[in-house]
């Protein structure tokens, strides 16, 4: 799969006008995790602390620094990974959500990073994903 530049991915978080193209994107990368047979138990850690931090609520310096460190969870993920078919899929996900995690720097982009990682989860689970 060719991921969007970086850039692109940044704006899903800091613009609202890209809200279409953010979940026509989340749509591929959710159909992509399915044919490289990615497992929902996979990414579950990061996407787990993710909310839980966003159940807890915006607390500016701790949110920042929880989903900073949601970078290493999604390296861990990708490469634990013995299948080659499996790490190409979790290396889609972690150098999407590395970007993403890039441009959090306020509530408002938290929240769109949260959205960005459910409508991923959510489109991998439609197309049949486990």
């Not at 499996?86 to 929240?111: C, H, N, P, R, Y």
Request: a positive charge; one cysteine or more; hydrophobic letters at 40%.
């Amino acid at each position: 799969m060719n991921l969007p530049e970086p850039n692109v991915i940044k704006a899903f978080i800091t613009d609202d006008a890209t809200a279409k193209a953010m979940v026509e994107f989340a749509d591929q990368l959710g159909r992509h995790l399915k044919e490289k047979n990615v497992k929902t138990s996979q990414i579950r850690n990061a996407y787990g602390n993710m909310k839980k931090l966003e159940m807890a609520g915006w607390q500016e310096s701790r949110t920042l620094r929880e989903v900073l460190l949601l970078k290493p969870r999604l390296a861990y993920a990708a490469r634990r990974q013995r299948n080659n078919n499996d790490q190409e899929g979790l290396q889609s996900l972690k150098t999407t959500m590395d970007s993403a995690i890039d441009a959090v720097t306020t509530e408002e982009q938290f929240k769109r990073f949260c959205q960005l990682f459910e409508a991923i989860i959510a489109y991998h689970k439609a197309a049949g994903g486990d």
